[in-house]
């Protein structure tokens, strides 16, 4: 099992640790570093700086959301960074969800996911392998566009730049069982959000069998600490936000349609999935309380259990101990969202 540095978005700003983190990491071993964006910081221009000031560590962005580019434009940033990288580039790709997508992008959110991304992924491997023009009669995606709306005029094009791999490998952040299904179908990795070492298996409903040389690569938070319910509490932070806060509050979605349009139905895919995990109810109650402004108490209602079984916090024996689990399993790649180098080089330690 690799290790990898997740350094997720910025905040209010770029943090001055990322780019510290990062080298330090490569110092250790750490097989990559991976870079996120929401509504705030892009996840290419912070990896390229990354890559700049790096040698050996491989490179991903976990993950780049679709909405916001087409498919032809991320694929150019992947080729360029995997050019200047020396071939150090992994491009992972979520299609996040309908409050960002909507909110955020101004664009619809696809009535049907898995065509979409089937359509997105398709012609990223057109553009990297350079076969020939890139051409597709999609739902979603059509080259040369086809659209009542365009001109007629648009030629179908291969990309002026060599890419330095046609096999640069796709990665995909996938949380609904059909979803996770078409990924191990189409891409060369999974990026799973929330993992439990114990219950992947039910609750991702994951294939035995997997492609030769799959990556599965689930973010883990990490920190090395005595007080193990105090270093939960940045974990139920992010619980809290992400269960409470990244989707429509599903009283108000299910009766509100603005004016005509159509209710988003309250889907909140992360907190779906804490429901597959067994906490369905609990998922409910965060959601209610982030609703009502009261965030703080949605954090403190994030259960322990539930935080502590997709992290690793605690003591170094503890962390020892339950990094055995992760192991054990089928992921191929650990990337882990530590605050400290402290946190980093107890993980080298133990995982080498």
């Known amino acids: 099992m690799r290790l990898g540095l997740a350094l997720g978005y910025w905040g209010r700003g770029p943090s001055p640790a990322h780019l510290d983190l990062a080298r330090e ?59 200047l990288s020396g071939g150090r580039m992994m491009l992972g790709l979520g299609l996040s969800g309908p409050q960002v997508v909507e909110g955020w992008y101004g664009r619809p959110f696809p009535r049907s996911p898995l065509t979409a991304t089937r359509e997105y992924v398709d012609v990223i491997r057109q553009v990297l392998r350079r076969e020939g023009p890139v051409v597709l009669d999609g739902r979603f995606h059509s080259h040369p566009y086809a659209g009542e709306d365009g001109t007629g005029l648009g030629k179908a094009l291969k990309p002026i730049t060599h890419p330095l791999r046609a096999d640069l490998p796709v990665l995909l952040g996938a949380e609904g069982p059909k979803n996770i299904a078409q990924t191990v179908e189409i891409a060369d990795g999974w990026l799973p959000l929330y993992w439990s070492p114990t219950r992947y298996e039910e609750v991702y409903g994951l294939p035995a069998a997997l492609p030769p040389g799959f990556l599965v690569a689930p973010m883990v938070r990490a920190r090395l600490c005595e007080d ?66 009261r965030r703080e108490e949605a954090v403190l209602a994030v259960p322990d259990a539930f935080a502590d079984e997709i992290s690793l916090v605690g003591p170094r024996e503890r962390i020892a101990e339950r990094l055995d689990a992760w192991r054990k399993g089928p992921v191929t790649d650990l990337l882990v969202t530590a605050p400290d180098p402290a946190t980093l080089r107890v993980l080298a330690e133990l995982n080498s």
């Open 25 to 83: 990491a490569e110092r250790l071993g750490y097989d990559s570093v991976w870079t996120a964006e929401a509504w705030g910081s892009d996840a290419f221009t912070a990896l390229t700086w990354i890559a700049a000031h790096t040698s050996r560590i491989r490179l991903g962005t976990a993950v780049a959301q679709m909405a916001a580019r087409t498919p032809t434009a991320t694929a150019m940033h992947a080729l360029t960074l995997d050019h």
């Open 228 to 293: 193990v319910g105090e270093g939960l509490l940045p974990v139920k932070a992010m619980l809290g936000f992400y269960i409470g806060g990244m989707g429509p509050n599903n009283t108000r979605a299910q009766h509100s349609t603005r004016g005509g349009g159509r209710a988003t139905g309250g889907r909140n895919f992360h907190a779906d999935l804490m429901g597959r995990m067994g906490y369905e109810s609990e998922a409910r109650h965060i959601q209610e309380l982030f609703a009502a402004g």
